[in-house]
């Protein structure tokens, strides 16, 4: 999706207008392969998770309204717990504070 995203992203990902000429079918794709990307390897606090796609996770957690602590892109014991409530408010994912596929798609494609 280009340089702007990773920008956005270590930028604290804020609210400001949108882009000009942004290709939204690109950003889609991009967290469609993020998502498979966490279908083969979760995203967990005992695999030591970090970078980009953990922090990713934490901003949503805490745009849905749970405390992933500092969003920092380290999967710690505060994101897990935030994983197990996002989880647990959801009803049909399995409630263990892993990010998986299930979990991720939950948070950001739906």
Do not use: C, H
């Amino acid at each position: 999706p280009g340089d702007w995203l990773g920008d956005w992203v270590d930028g604290g990902m804020g609210a400001t207008e949108p882009p000009q000429n942004v290709d939204w079918d690109a950003i889609i794709q991009y967290f469609r392969d993020v998502r498979a990307e966490v279908d083969e390897r979760p995203l967990s606090r005992w695999a030591r998770s970090r970078g980009l796609p953990v922090r990713l996770v934490q901003d949503r957690l805490r745009g849905r309204g749970f405390d992933p602590g500092p969003v920092d892109g380290l999967f710690g014991r505060k994101t897990a717990k935030a994983v197990k409530e996002f989880q647990g408010s959801q009803g049909f994912l399995k409630v263990n504070g892993v990010v998986n596929g299930d979990t991720f798609g939950a948070l950001f494609l739906q």
